[in-house]
């Protein structure tokens, strides 16, 4: 299957800090990207959207000043956490698909955001 | 509204049992898209299988195999002869239409292998 990647895997910051990550797509074009969260031995939670060079589409109850997201390339896509706080410790995890159609999201191998 | 359960939250076997891991959905929509997904301890998810509403072959791949059956709106997920290996959380997922889009999650099934 594809490959997606996530950077950092893993991130410890103080409370009030702005953190980003990034996901990328190693082999192919990701036209779109999905951004999860995920909390301790619960499901994935969609948090938004993004389609190449267009603004990102967020869930409901998902504040996107406080979680911005960029999509400036096919295969790059970022999430920063701006002015962290202990609740948005989570695991944090992009996927990437090529197209529309038949096409399967690919998981990057996810983030895990300790906010102290 | 899309809806994917997986009533079995946990489930611990002796390796080289077969195991099942059950999945029920919900959806008005005519086509879609149902999935597996594989989660170890690492955390990455792992793609397993796609199955679209107008297939309702069974699959089978090595030890895995899935059982998909629209009249009682269920794509159940075999593993035959478990390993250690195969302890992870089991996500089952749902996709809308046509034009594949957000994926309705479950709430995941942690299945552990005992040696």
């Known amino acids: 299957g594809a490959v997606v990647s996530q950077h950092p895997s893993r991130v410890i910051c103080k409370s009030g800090t702005s953190v980003k990550i990034e996901c990328r797509s190693l082999d192919f074009q990701a036209t779109t990207m999905f951004w999860y969260r995920q909390f301790p031995k619960q499901s994935l939670m969609l948090m938004a959207t993004?389609?190449?060079?267009?603004?990102?589409?967020?869930e409901q109850g998902v504040e996107k000043d406080k979680f911005l997201i960029n999509h400036a390339s096919l295969t790059l896509s970022t999430l920063t956490v701006t002015s962290a706080h202990p609740e948005d410790s989570s695991f944090y995890i992009c996927?990437?698909?090529?197209?529309?159609?038949?096409?399967?999201?690919?998981f990057g191998p996810g983030t895990r955001l300790t906010v102290l | 509204a899309q809806k994917v359960t997986q009533a079995q939250t946990e489930i611990s076997v002796v390796e080289k049992e077969d195991v099942t891991l059950d999945c029920v959905y919900e959806t008005r929509d005519t086509t879609y898209y149902l999935f597996w997904y594989k989660q170890p301890p690492s955390g990455e998810l792992v793609f397993l299988i796609r199955?679209?509403?107008?297939?309702?072959q069974n699959e089978i791949s090595g030890r895995y195999s899935w059982n998909f059956q629209k009249s009682t709106s269920s794509f159940n997920f075999t593993i035959t002869a478990s390993q250690v290996v195969d302890s992870a959380v089991y996500f089952c997922?749902?996709?809308?239409?046509?034009?594949?889009?957000?994926?309705?999650f479950g709430r995941g099934t942690q299945l552990t292998v005992w040696p």
């Open positions: 199955r679209n509403s107008f297939d309702e």
């Open positions: 996927s990437g698909r090529a197209g529309g159609g038949a096409d399967t999201q690919y």
């Open positions: 993004s389609n190449e060079g267009s603004k990102a589409t967020y």
């Open positions: 997922a749902l996709s809308r239409g046509s034009t594949l889009g957000r994926l309705y």
